[in-house]
């Protein structure tokens, strides 16, 4: 079963190109994450804020992701991060077109 993570943060920028440009090696270094399936990247301007939705093959997978993600925020002083983590329904899922099996 795979499980989403879930995490959103304050940010000041940057955003949009400027965010992909910044941000691409980090992008990068997320594949070679143990039970890593895939990330979207969320951010919005208007509300200073920023963060992803990502798949893990396992719900340790995530866990693990999350704790060393957190630390790494802390290094840049973002020290309040909101985190879930939920299963993943794979059947309803499916119905609706996810691209999670």
């Known amino acids: 079963?795979?499980?989403?993570?879930q995490v959103d943060f304050n940010?000041?920028?940057p955003f949009?190109?400027?965010m992909a440009e910044a941000f691409s090696n980090l992008a990068k270094s997320i594949n070679e994450e143990p039970g890593f399936v895939w990330k979207?990247?969320?951010?919005?301007p208007e509300a200073n804020e920023a963060g992803g939705i990502y798949i893990f093959e396992t719900?340790?997978?995530?866990?693990?992701?999350?704790?060393m993600h957190s630390k790494r925020l802390a290094d840049f002083g973002i020290t309040k991060v909101n985190a879930k983590i939920f299963a993943i329904n794979s059947k309803l899922t499916?119905?609706?077109?996810?691209?999670?099996?």
């Open 11 to 13: 940010m000041n920028g």
């Open 1 to 5: 079963m795979a499980y989403v993570l």
């Open 40 to 44: 979207i990247w969320t951010e919005s």
């Open 94 to 101: 499916e119905i609706t077109n996810g691209p999670v099996k």
């Open 59 to 67: 719900k340790e997978t995530a866990e693990q992701y999350l704790d």
């Open 16 to 18: 949009g190109d400027e």
